[in-house]
């Protein structure tokens, strides 16, 4: 450094030891400054790329995780509720597990996007503090169900770099107290969408005075499965034209996946229709067979219900009902 000085004062090569001592000291006050700030630089960046990375890290957990959890709303966490804050072990306590385990602080944000055939697909738990987040990468998922078929969930996990990063260069104007890293991780699925339970059930009722039936649904419900058949009996001395109206409903069909309030509904019968079909309660009308003091005569009819699920997977129970004349 002497010699470059030395170029521009000509006269430095005659000064006393004294002197040159001078200059020594001046350039260290010029230059120490300089170099311990550029110091504190590279340390702190380089611990705000060590954050960025495990909270990378985090995101790619938190998708492990939401891709393999079941869909299940049986289950106390599942799919649609797994980044409430109420739901126990969710997604947000076990990620901000994770980023204790390697010595950082609590997420402030976490979202939860899915597209699979279940609800609330998307989600977020956020803390009281300032978190600016969004999802990174494409603005949306690749297309996943319905129809049932792949679908995809991808998890934000957004981290305050204040107390997890030294926040040495605020004087110098690089102020990380509003500053926030976060990631996104798009993983597939791997749990699959189950077909719904279709459940025809004949609540306890009155029929036509003089008709019996088996089993005896003025007793006691009458549900299919495991049921298959109701047979109606009516005395050979009933009248022509004799009907009987049986009510039907739904209350116990259901689905892993969806809400009985989500599921699609749509009835079927061979009899007399007194109802709409896509509802919960259905009403058929049967006329019995023969005509007065003929011979013994049968008619068979079905009731069919057909259950839809969100996804679009359907199941259909049917229930046999013979209708005879007792000779």
Known sequence: MLRALQRFLPFAATRSPEQRKGIVALELIFWLPIQVICIMAII???????????????????AKLSSEITRSTAAATNLGNFNFSGTPNNLKSQ????????????SCEVRLEHNACVANQSQVYNTAVPCP?????PAVLPAGEPPAGEAYVRVTVAVQLLNNVPNVLSTFGFDVT?????HSTTFRVETNNSAPNSVITAPTQAITAGLTAAPDVTAAPVVSPPTAMLTITAPNNTPTGTTVTLNFNANASSDNETAFSGLSLLWASS???????NTTNFSVQFTIPGINGGPTQVANH??????TDSCGSATTQTLNLVLTRDP
Not at 133 to 137: F, L
Not at 178 to 182: L, M, S
């Open 302 to 307: 079905t009731v069919d219900l057909t259950v």
């Open 178 to 182: 509003n500053y926030t890293i976060e």
């Open 271 to 277: 009899g007399f229709v007194l109802s709409p079909l």
């Open 44 to 62: 702190e960046f380089a611990i705000i790329m060590q954050v960025n990375r495990q909270v990378a890290f985090a995101s790619q957990f938190g």
């Open 133 to 137: 987040c969004g999802p990174s990468g």
């Open 95 to 106: 990620i901000d597990t994770y980023l204790a385990n390697h010595g950082l602080t609590n």
